[in-house]
């Protein structure tokens, strides 16, 4: 079926540092794609989606561009603040349903 | 607006015990599903209503896994007998629309079982 690769390992970086997850995907037809953060605490929050192969999604700083000929969608940001210290997942929708199928979720934790 | 509620928020559970998860979805969404989160893993798909109707159960693990919606909208999760492989977080998601259509799942807290 589906399914989504996200990089292994938590990743930690200084506050304004450049911050890269990568993700990619494998599917049979052409997914919409997203990226959850679950804050500390907190519950899954979507960060942002593309529907369509060159869309990108951007929000809170954040993008992240549906790349269909590399099936890629990276998250990126330019300068990362201590608030973005959180866990963040990949995925995709697949089915006629919408059902998410999600990457394992990388821990971003964002020091002073 | 209010969002996705869940109880109880913990669950203890001895082995062989029945439990029963409770989602309140938001108000007017159409579809809810219903994911489990093993520690340190991404949300996995359990089952799918729209509506009343469970389209999609296919990710449920056993049959000691059974969920229903009878009105639409609250919907509970019930797993019998349950195992320690049974521990993780359930999750369950809301969206307003059916399928067909890329809505936005919103999420509930989860429920934190734990089984000894």
């Known amino acids: 079926g589906d399914s989504v690769t996200q990089m292994e390992g938590p990743v930690t970086l200084s506050e304004e540092a450049f911050l890269t997850i990568n993700c990619t995907y494998t599917?049979?037809?052409?997914?919409?794609l997203f990226w959850y953060v679950q804050y500390p605490g907190e519950g899954l929050q979507l960060l942002l989606k593309?529907?369509?192969?060159?869309d990108k999604g951007s929000n809170k700083g954040f993008e992240a561009t549906y790349r269909k000929e590399t099936t890629s969608f990276h998250l990126e940001k330019g300068s990362v603040q201590v608030s973005d210290s959180a866990v963040y997942f990949c995925?995709?929708?697949?089915?006629?349903?919408?059902?998410?199928?999600f990457g394992k979720g990388n821990q971003v934790v964002v020091i002073p | 607006g209010a969002g996705v509620s869940q109880s109880p928020r913990y669950k203890v559970a001895k082995r062989g015990q029945d439990v029963a998860l409770r989602c309140d979805p938001i108000s007017g969404h159409v579809s809810l599903f219903w994911y489990q989160q093993a520690l340190g893993q991404g949300p996995e798909f359990l089952t799918y209503f729209q509506n009343e109707a469970q389209l999609d159960k296919s990710g449920l693990p056993s049959d000691r896994f059974f969920a229903e919606r009878p009105e639409g909208s609250v919907s509970t999760l019930k797993i019998q007998r349950t195992q320690q492989e049974d521990s993780a977080v359930y999750l369950c998601?809301?969206?307003?629309?059916?399928?067909?259509?890329?809505?936005?799942?919103?999420f509930g807290p989860g429920t934190r079982l734990t089984v000894l």
């Open positions: 599917a049979t037809g052409y997914p919409s």
């Open positions: 995925a995709l929708s697949e089915g006629g349903n919408n059902r998410l199928a």
């Open positions: 593309a529907t369509k192969a060159d």
């Open positions: 998601a809301s969206s307003p629309r059916t399928s067909g259509i890329t809505d936005t799942q919103y």
